[in-house]
């Protein structure tokens, strides 16, 4: 009350009420809610949801911390429209996330950035779990080149599989198609000779004609595929043996984009302007 006027005030505090109404935001961002759903949950109107939403999306968090503690990491992209999309990368141990971006490729251009900016963060991995992207590769060695890197596992099988075809007529595929069956399996120093010995046995009876083989179709070719992809892989492909720490594959990684799809999804409506500050709001609330 004024002492002068009789007149009585009150303090409006803009950031508490802010504050308040966050949670509203964050099941928004977390749980996918539609508006309609959090105006019946909150006893808002639909418009206030639109506008409490509005106004976290216009302050997007710009909150990377240090880096320096983390060593096993797993890299990984998704696509969203055309060749521009997510990328990510985590810690293996804990599936947690490290830095994610958006709208961007799996190209040099946009990876050299995104692995500079963990580097600024003191960021010195031990190794780094990828899918076979080359660009990828060459930059993490470039930028730090004691690093192991890692093959996805579950990547060389799952190609390896696909360009062998399902059920295929040729000998040489039925082989090659067996020795990609095993690599989900190999989990003992002794498995991996085996397997080692297995496709150098293939590659001696079959490897070198269809490298020297002019034959083309789409069958063969996907056969050259898989072979190259196969040999190529093979040096990077068992450092998790040496070092039970290393993940063998990326699938934590791509859990991860499957449920931010989901949720990115349930919001049909978002504008084009706001998708990039939705990103950074789930990067930021969804650790794993």
Not at 45 to 64: A, C, F, K, N, Q
Not at 233 to 258: A, C, Q, V, W
Request: hydrophobic letters at 35%; a positive charge; glycine letters at 6%.
């Amino acid at each position: 009350m004024c002492n002068s006027c009789g007149r009585t005030f009150g303090w409006r505090r803009p950031s508490v009420k802010h504050a308040r109404e966050s949670v509203w935001f964050r099941r928004w961002i977390v749980e996918g809610y539609a508006f309609r759903q959090l105006a019946f949950q909150s006893g808002h109107s639909i418009s206030t949801i639109r506008r409490i939403v509005r106004y976290w999306l216009l302050r997007p968090p710009d909150d990377m911390g240090e880096l320096s503690s983390y060593r096993y990491l797993i890299f990984d992209g998704t696509n969203l429209e055309g060749r521009r999309g997510l990328f990510a990368a985590t810690d293996g141990e804990r599936n947690y996330l490290l830095y994610g971006v958006c709208d961007v490729s799996e190209g040099p251009r946009d990876l050299l950035p995104f692995c500079l900016a963990l580097k600024e963060r003191g960021l010195v991995p031990r190794s780094a779990t990828v899918n076979g992207n080359p660009h990828l590769i060459r930059i993490l060695r470039m930028i730090w080149p004691e690093i192991m890197i890692q093959r996805c596992l579950v990547h060389i099988q799952r190609q390896g599989l696909s360009w062998c075809r399902l059920k295929p007529k040729r000998t040489d595929a039925k082989h090659l198609r067996k020795l990609f069956l095993q690599v989900g399996r190999i989990s003992t120093f002794d498995h991996r000779d085996r397997f080692l010995e297995r496709v150098a046995e293939w590659e001696s009876r079959y490897g070198t004609h269809i490298a020297a083989s002019p034959e083309t179709g789409w069958v063969f070719s996907d056969l050259k595929r898989a072979r190259s992809m196969l040999l190529v892989g093979l040096p990077n492909m068992f450092h998790y043996l040496e070092d039970p720490k290393i993940p063998r594959t990326t699938n934590s990684l791509e859990g991860y984009f499957s449920r931010l799809k989901q949720k990115y999804r349930q919001h049909p409506g978002l504008v084009k302007s706001h998708r990039s500050a939705y990103f950074k709001w789930y990067f930021h609330l969804c650790r794993r």
